[in-house]
Every structure is written in structure tokens, then in C-alpha cells.
T-cell receptor
Framework: AQSVTQLDSQVPVFEEAPVELRCNYSSSVSVYLFWYVQYPNQGLQLLLKYLSGSTLVKGINGFEAEFNKSQTSFHLRKPSVHISDTAEYFCAVTLNTGFQKLVFGTGTRLLVSP | DADVTQTPRNRITKTGKRIMLECSQTKGHDRMYWYRQDPGLGLRLIYYSFDVKDINKGEISDGYSVSRQAQAKFSLSLESAIPNQTALYFC?????????????FGPGTRLTVL
């Protein structure tokens, strides 16, 4: 079965600094990968997804992620964060073999301060 | 445009009470899901449904039941609530027509069991 690890439970950063949120997955077969964001008191919203093709995926709000098959990683990056990026970020994986359940990581809380 | 709605948004109840959380969607998706979110644990799947006659248990279904009243409605019931069911509950949907199970989330229901 697939699994997802988000090693950082919380990442503090100053406004306009770059940030990287780490995500590693475990699977013996090909996967689809997702990053979701949860703003305070809201549901989850899709930031970006990797299905196939280019390993660099661009999403909403200036975020991007890079799929690295050899390192089984899908790290999320933003070159310059804003206060409004303060939220919880979830990495998720599903197998590339018919319908498969979406498995979520435990989340990383991004705290952006002025 | 709230495509996936959940009612109530907040609920406080007492141990032993039966409660129902409701989810409705206007996205026309066949698949619907119920998750619970706990701090540090991410999202865990309770039940999922492919259509009104196809309901499946997720990883943590004990203590919960569901009803798929129509394509657009999926309810979660706690037959006899207990304090460790205090959590944030999310409903999600996904279209049958795509293979990668991208899911769309409601705003959540915060449940407190005293």
C-alpha cells in the first residue's frame, strides 16, 4: 500500500522568503501526487497535481512542485511567500492503477510572519 | 459557489447521542467520501461511495455509518457519540470519469463530543 510522509509538522518563515515543504511517498507502482492547502476554517483546496509528463508542476498562487521518482519525493516550493500563504498543506498520493483511495500525509503548517 | 456543502458547520453533542452530518454536492460527481481530520494525523477515510448502491468502508469506519440517499447526498451518522470522535469532518467528491481520483472538499463540520 502507498504511504506519504511529511517530515515537517510546522515551518515558520518570514514574508518574502522562499519556502520548501517536503513530501516523500512510498509505493512500488506508479503514482499520482497532489498538494492540497487548507486555509483556516476552510476545506481543502487543490494546489497542484502530478499525473505524468514534466516533473515540474506549477499550481495556483505561485506554488510549484517537482516530482523526483528516484528519491520518491514531491516537494512543494514557493520563491517568495506572503502572509496570506499561512495555512496547512497536505501532500497526497494515489496509485496509477484504476480507482485507488487517496492517501494523505499528516500535514505541514506554514506560518508566515512579517 | 459552494459546490460541496456540509451541515451543520459546527456541532456540540454529548456522549451517547446519535448525530448525523450531511453532505450535498452540485458537481454531478458519482463518488463521495467522508474523512475525519485530527491534529497531527492528517485526513483519514471513514467511508466512501461510488453510487447510491455501492458503499465501502474506509480505514476507520468503526462507530460510524453512512447513507447515500441520492447521487448528490451522502450522510454520516454517529450512532452513539463518544469523546474520541471529536474531530473535523470533511466530505469530498470526485468524478468517475477521471482515473486519478482528484477530490473536491466541502468546508468541514467541527464536531465536539462532551
Amino acid at each position: 500500500a502507498q504511504s506519504v510522509t511529511q517530515l515537517d509538522s510546522q515551518v515558520p518563515v518570514f514574508e518574502e522568503a522562499p519556502v520548501e515543504l517536503r513530501c516523500n511517498y512510498s509505493s512500488s507502482v506508479s503514482v499520482y501526487l497532489f498538494w492540497y492547502v487548507q486555509y483556516p476554517n476552510q476545506g481543502l483546496q487543490l494546489l497542484l497535481k502530478y499525473l505524468s509528463g514534466s516533473t515540474l508542476v506549477k499550481g495556483i498562487n505561485g506554488f510549484e512542485a517537482e516530482f523526483n521518482k528516484s528519491q520518491t519525493s514531491f516537494h512543494l516550493r514557493k520563491p517568495s511567500v506572503h502572509i496570506s500563504d499561512t495555512a496547512e498543506y497536505f501532500c497526497a498520493v494515489t496509485l496509477n492503477t484504476g480507482f485507488q483511495k487517496l492517501v494523505f500525509g499528516t500535514g505541514t503548517r506554514l506560518l508566515v510572519s512579517p | 459557489d459552494a459546490d460541496v456543502t456540509q451541515t451543520p458547520r459546527n456541532r456540540i453533542t454529548k456522549t451517547g447521542k446519535r448525530i448525523m452530518l450531511e453532505c450535498s454536492q452540485t458537481k454531478g460527481h458519482d463518488r463521495m467520501y467522508w474523512y475525519r481530520q485530527d491534529p497531527g494525523l492528517g485526513l483519514r477515510l471513514i467511508y466512501y461511495s461510488f453510487d447510491v448502491k455501492d458503499i465501502n468502508k474506509g480505514e476507520i469506519s468503526d462507530g460510524y455509518s453512512v447513507s447515500r440517499q441520492a447521487q448528490a447526498k451522502f450522510s454520516l451518522s454517529l450512532e452513539s457519540a463518544i469523546p474520541n470522535q471529536t474531530a473535523l469532518y470533511f466530505c469530498a467528491t470526485s468524478p468517475r470519469t477521471v482515473s486519478y481520483n482528484e477530490q473536491f472538499f466541502g468546508p468541514g463540520t467541527r464536531l465536539t463530543v462532551l
